[in-house]
C-alpha cells in the first residue's frame, strides 16, 4: 500500500470516527502499546498510553485489549487505570473492565497435549523461556542471536508438529517465540465477537504489529480500519501501517479529539 493511500484511509476513518455513534478501539499491547523486552514481565506500556486511552474511555469510546498474554497477567503489567476490557490467551479469556471474567476451557485431549508439549522441555535449560497459557504453551527466544532462535524455530516444529495433530492443537509463530495452543485461540475470533456486538455503522480500528495479528485485520476488513503497527513495514492484510510510538500517539490523539476531546 502507498503512504498516500494510508493517510486517506486513516483521514477518512477518522471522518467516520467523529460522526460514529458507536466507537470501537481494539489494541494488541506488546509491539503496538508497549515495546518488546527480553524480560517479558517488564514490558511495560510507552509514557502516556495510559492517560491517552483513559481518555479516549472517558469519552464513549468501548475499549479493548487484544493479547496473547493471559488476561489477568496483561491487567497488572499494563497497569492501565481505569482497566480496559480484555481478551487474553488471543480470546479464550475475556476479562471486563469491572472484574468479571470467562474463560473457555481446552479439552481433555488439548490439555494432554499441553503436558506433552512440556515435556519435551524438560531437562533443556528453557525452563526460563517456556510460558503456560490457559490457551497452550509458548516458547520464547527473545534475545538470543538469530542463528538460536532460527534453530529452536525448527527445532521445536519438528517436536510440536505431531503432538497438534494427535491432540487438535496448532502452532503458532509470534514475533520472539513460538506456541501450541488450542484451534479457539485467534484473535480474529475475538474481533468476531466484538463485530456481533456492534451495529454495521460502529467505528471500529484494531491495532497490532505481529503475525498473530494477520487474522484479525482479515476479520475487520470492510468493518473497520486494521492498523499494523511496526517500525518497518511489512505484507498485511492491514490498511494502515504505523510507526510506534510516535505514530501510534499521533493517532490516539486524533481519535480522542475525534471523540470531542483535547488532545
Known sequence: MELLECQNASTLFLERVKCAQERVLLL???????????????AFPYPNISVLLNA????GTRVALI?????????????????????????????????????????????????????????????GRVERKPSGIALHWRGLDPGQSDHLRSEFIERWTPLAAAHTLRLVNFDGGIELVVPAATKGRAIHTVLQQHGPDAAIAYLGDDETDEDAFVA???????????????????????KPPEEVYDFLQQWLVACGGEA
Open 28 to 42: 494488541d499491547y506488546d509491539g503496538t502499546l508497549a515495546p518488546f523486552t527480553k524480560q517479558r514481565d517488564r
Open 56 to 59: 479516549i474511555m472517558v469519552k
Open 67 to 127: 493479547s496473547g498474554r493471559p488476561a489477568r497477567e496483561l491487567a497488572a503489567l499494563s497497569g492501565f487505570t481505569p482497566q480496559p476490557e480484555i481478551w487474553g490467551s488471543y480470546g479464550i479469556e475475556h476479562l471486563t473492565g469491572d472484574g468479571a471474567y470467562e474463560f473457555e476451557k481446552p479439552s481433555a485431549e488439548q490439555s494432554a497435549g499441553m503436558l506433552a508439549a512440556l515435556s519435551t522441555l524438560q531437562g533443556n535449560g528453557f525452563s
Open 220 to 242: 475487520l476488513k470492510g468493518r473497520g480500519l486494521p492498523v499494523l503497527v511496526r517500525p518497518v513495514s511489512r505484507p498485511t492484510a492491514a490498511d494502515l501501517w504505523l
